[in-house]
């Protein structure tokens, strides 16, 4: 599916000439059919001569309603280019083609409308050189220029013929398995409910799928799809869509969000980007000027970083950073435009190179310009290399998604980059390589992996040797250290095991080479307190007398050793000693079915402390269970 947008100054017949290819009046709205003037998007289709069925999209030619005009043209294959035959190239006609230009919109034809209103063959000819003139050195500049007139009908068959011929070399919407639904209507149908249109790109959607509206992080079902009003189960890649969906209401819903589907899509409002200003620019465009930024169908403000200069001048491309007021959603390749508000003008626009930046970049660095030409312009492989060197660590699926390119072709790449060591995959096994674009498990370049191993063993050096008598660190407090989240931390723990950097327990991580070696005179304390267990098994020394005796590494020690058990805040029990306790209370329960604190009491002769410190500890361990002033066995 195809879709064709027009373009063109104000009142040049954009509208009628839509009605007269479709017999549909796109002007949808009172104000519009009142006015006779295009304020908002409109929308028709046509079966084309060769049979193919395409969309049309209708955008105001008026310069207070440009913002409309930007939300609907980004998603076009065709631009149907129309200028107004009795009066020939205007503001906004300029002002299109540059719009349309800043977006490499592909392919194109222009329609001098009105022919009808020209009389002199001569007059005709200029408009067509002028016309002519103005597409030289834009995506354009090899159009058809075709009269017609929309009121005898005169050359719109050879118009449809022109745009069929166009849709003959055009490349259909390539099915990226992301699909992505900018949306530039909303509305309530009674009976329905909520319904947003859009052109759909990237993928496909289907009835009964979840989507995830951003920004705003929403959750709907699709309960119905419609292209050109026509009942569909599935919606392809490049189609016009209606969306029915079910758990979101109208209110909640602005025109410049996207519906995709759930778990791959990030909105930004830090993004890096090729921009290319305007040579009819009035004035250079100032480092950190204050903009209007258009992409897909959204609207937001922000500020442009210029990266190399402190201005760009009319004509000129250069590398620049948008920090935006409100996130959007994008992708790598999406194009965009940036405006002035006021006075109301068009500045310029490009590519988006890289959509998720984890910070602003210090100016005038070459290596920076290297690294953004690399994205932009860079092989499937290069691209990974520079989307991952700018983060530390992510999930397979998310730099797949995150790379715009098709995910079997950056799924490919991956694999090749882990298989040539160039990528490290925290995983047990390499998966296939097309298993990858589903791929939970975190990835890194090689580079990192060795940092971040260098960085694991300098934490646990310092911590062996701050604290030699302990077994090691605990693994939250490495992973505080790390300031990476658990779904990162375990795998790289798992990793660096297998390949023999660490020992990994289920408390602690510690160094292979670290030993617990106690001094003589350490060896003597430890001694002593353990013969005082022994000689006291059921009434031993408190928690408080041992660490008094040994100081809170010693006794930590005996904790990490198990030599020693700790069941409440103030009782320990020799670890041999607390074994059979536990014993004779399982044999006892067997026997009696239940036991009371007096009861171990007795059964060990011991004080009610002692007693109750142990069943409690029985209680959290799940052998025993408490029913009011008795334990049982669960």
């Known amino acids: 599916m195809f879709v064709i947008g027009t373009a063109g100054h104000v009142d040049h017949g954009k509208s009628t000439l839509v009605y007269a290819l479709t017999g549909i009046n ?77 977006l490499q919109i592909p392919h194109g034809v222009v329609a001098l409308t009105k022919s009808d209103l020209v009389q002199d063959p001569e007059w005709l000819e200029l408009v067509r050189e002028e016309v002519r003139e103005e597409l030289q050195g834009t995506v ?79 959750r709907a079902r699709i309960r119905g799809l419609q292209t050109h009003k026509a009942k569909v189960q599935e919606a392809l890649p490049g189609s016009r869509v209606a969306m029915n969906l079910s758990g979101v209401a109208t209110e909640d819903l602005r025109r410049g969000q996207v519906a995709t589907r759930p778990g791959w899509l990030e909105p930004t409002v830090l993004l890096d980007a090729r921009l290319r200003l305007l040579s009819r620019a009035p004035w250079p465009l100032k480092h950190n000027s204050e903009v209007e930024f258009y992409t897909g169908s959204a609207r937001v403000g922000g500020n442009v970083r210029v990266l190399d200069g402190e201005q760009l001048a009319p004509g000129q491309t250069t590398w620049v950073q948008f920090r935006l007021a409100e996130p959007v959603a994008v992708v790598r390749g999406d194009r965009y435009i940036v405006r002035l508000a006021s006075p109301s003008l068009t500045l310029g626009g490009g590519e988006i190179v890289q959509p998720h930046v984890p910070r602003r970049y210090p100016r005038f660095r070459p290596e920076v310009f290297a690294r953004l030409e690399a994205l932009s312009r860079g092989t499937p492989t290069e691209v990974l290399l520079q989307l991952l060197g700018g983060k530390a ?62 960085q694991v063993r300098e934490a646990l050096r310092a911590y062996h040797g701050r604290f030699p008598l302990r077994a090691g660190m605990p693994r939250e407090e490495l992973k505080s250290r790390l300031q990476v989240g658990s779904a990162f931390f375990n795998p790289i723990l798992e990793r660096a095991a297998r390949e023999g950097h660490l020992v990994v327990t289920p408390s602690v991580v510690k160094l292979p080479e670290h030993r617990v070696m106690l001094s003589p005179d350490q060896r003597r304390a430890v001694d002593g307190v353990l013969a005082a267990f022994r000689a006291n098994p059921y009434t031993p020394p408190s928690l408080s007398q041992v660490q008094d005796d040994l100081g809170t590494e010693l006794l930590q020690f005996l904790l990490e050793e198990g030599h020693l058990i700790k069941v409440s805040d103030s009782v320990l029990f020799d670890a041999d000693t607390y074994a059979e306790m536990e014993r004779r209370v399982v044999a006892y329960l067997k026997e009696h079915q239940r036991i009371t604190v007096a ?31 008795v334990r049982v066995l669960r």
């Open 140 to 218: 354009l500049e090899r159009a058809s220029i075709i009269p017609v007139s929309a009121v005898t009908g005169s050359g719109l068959r050879e118009l449809l013929a022109e745009l069929d011929r166009v849709l003959d070399t055009a490349e259909p919407k390539r099915d990226l398995g992301r699909p992505r639904l900018p949306i530039d209507r909303i509305f309530s149908i009674v009976g329905f409910g909520t319904v947003v249109t859009g052109t759909l790109i990237d993928g496909r959607l289907a009835v009964g799928d979840e989507v995830q509206i951003l920004p705003g992080d929403l």
């Open 393 to 454: 660590i992510v999930e397979a699926r998310e730099l797949v998604q995150h790379s715009g390119l098709p995910v079997e072709e950056a799924a490919t790449a991956l694999y090749t980059l882990i298989e040539a060591g160039g990528f490290v995959l925290l995983a047990e096994e390499m998966p296939e390589a097309q298993a990858l674009m589903h791929s939970s498990a975190p990835v890194l370049t090689f580079d990192t992996w060795g940092a971040l191993l260098t």
């Open 26 to 102: 796109p002007d949808r709205l009172r104000e519009e059919q009142e006015r006779q003037m295009t304020i908002d998007l409109g929308f028709a289709w046509l079966v084309l001569p060769s049979g193919r069925e395409v969309s049309i999209i209708d955008v105001p030619g008026h310069e207070d309603f440009i913002k409309n005009m930007l939300a609907g043209v980004g998603g076009i294959d065709v631009a149907l280019f129309v200028v107004a035959a009795d009066e020939a190239v205007m503001p906004q006609t300029r002002e299109h083609l540059a719009i349309l230009d800043l």
């Open 599 to 629: 009861e171990v009491r007795d059964l060990f002769g011991a004080s009610r402390k002692y007693a109750l410190g142990f069943l409690e500890d029985l209680d959290r361990r799940h052998v025993t269970k408490r029913l009011e002033d």
